[in-house]
């Protein structure tokens, strides 16, 4: 089936569809804001309603509380005053009581009228009160009734509440007012300090909004704003550290992405002409020479995508350190031994002696290894005759180098041989293969390690690569 057929034809067209959809898409435009009057309105709304619910019960507790009190204040308050009314009643026939009550009752405040005593519906208590000659009080507290000697007929004496009184109906009673004048007051308030409570909080959330907005058109350097409310450091801390870890996820992908597009080139570039020229060819040596090449392109394939994935793997999210304490001199010759077959006609030496006798270092025995033996290829490619391995103590560090007598590394250039990707004009170029990614995970593994690599001048004459770390690891200590 040629290239121009249906089914290409189809396939080619369902491509540009997707492209087509993909180059329309839009991000929805970014809508609405923190309303300062709404969160205002709300606070205010919850403080109030809570303020009013935790008044009212507070009144409720205490007026029952000490109900008992004021009626026996107000009973004794009144005694003396029912007492003389009853005197001046009994100063006259029961007859002429109705008119006698009348005209004291306009010399008071308070209402003043003679019931029978079956009329009144009193709770228990007080009823045994009234009958035993004491003063009793109504179930509202406003009205005290006294039994009259050993009659029938009861004074009952109020409302004494102003605010049940007839000639006070027309204006508001002094208590009202000052309640009403009491609630004002608290309500500003309570107004004002919900405001002032409020307004950190809005202007902290919207500059976060504002922030978040930016970090989702793109703006990947976008960081939270200095707060003033300190209930959101800990939201602007880790706003800034998921930030921070999505540019750098994201620029990790673009990198590899660009990287990886690059370095694929020359591999397909050679196996696509390995395979036009073995259809061309009925040599037989030349063709099993090109097939030798084409599985040597094969396998630069295969170490490029699991070096990339390696890398990735260790920005996106470093694998769990699972330390143990291993001899150290051991460790690193057993190390190194396993890549001498590498080295072929390179002499390979191991100088530990600066080392305490038996040491003890805490490492990761699958990723410390990773780093190491990417020094040691590294060191292989491009040393002349000589590498030479050697560690030692400073401090509390333990330091690693590998040391070989090639052409060595540029000053201003020893920081940049870390970045993934990259390798050097000079003679450490593509020609002696890799991928410049070896040195970037060592550095990753040695950062995951609580330590850091670097590369310096060697005493051989070439490149000195240095791993340094804890010996025990803040993990262990703790």
Known sequence: MTGNSPGNGSANGGGHKLLAIFGR?????????????????????????????????????????????????????????????????????????????????????????????????????????????EMAVSPDGDILYHRLKETSQVLAVGPLSPRAN????????????????????????????????VRPFWRDLEAMRQTARALGEGQLDARAPLVRSSAFDLLAATFDGMAERIQRLIATQKELSSSISHELRTPIARLRFALEMISETEDGPERDRLRRMMEDDLDELDGLIDSSLTYARYEREPPALHLSPVEFAPWIEEEVESMRILGRNIE????????????????????????????????????????????????????????????GIPKEERERVFSAFTRLDSSRDRATGGYGLGLAIARLVLEQHGGEASADEAPLGGARF?????????????
């Open 25 to 133: 898409y839009k991000p929805a435009p970014w809508r609405g804001h923190y309303s300062l009057s709404k969160l205002f309105f709300n606070f205010y709304l919850v403080a109030v309603s809570s303020f009013i619910i935790i008044a009212l019960f507070a009144d409720f507790v205490i007026s029952m509380a000490i109900r008992g009190v004021t009626e026996d204040y107000m009973s004794r308050f009144m005694r003396g005053t029912i007492v003389l009314i009853e005197d001046e009643l009994f100063r006259h026939p029961r007859v002429e009581w109705p008119t006698t009550i009348k005209s004291i009752d306009e010399k008071f405040a308070y209402r003043l009228e003679i019931v029978e005593r079956w009329t009144l519906r009193l709770e228990a208590k007080q009823a045994e009160r009234l009958d035993s000659g």
């Open 166 to 197: 007839a000639e006070y109906h027309g204006s508001l009673s002094l208590e009202l007012r000052i309640r009403l004048l009491t609630w004002t007051v608290i309500g500003l308030v309570l107004a004002i300090a919900v405001w002032f409570f």
């Open 348 to 407: 390979l030496v191991v100088d530990t002696q600066a080392l305490p006798p038996g040491l003890q270092v805490e490492l990761d025995r699958k990723s410390m290894p990773y780093a190491l033996t990417n020094l040691l290829r590294n060191a292989i490619k491009y040393a002349n005759a000589r590498i030479q391995v050697s560690a030692e103590v400073i401090g509390e560090r333990v330091a690693l180098h590998v040391d070989d007598d090639g052409p």
């Open 466 to 478: 240095t791993l340094t770390w804890p010996v025990v690891q803040s993990v262990t200590k703790s």
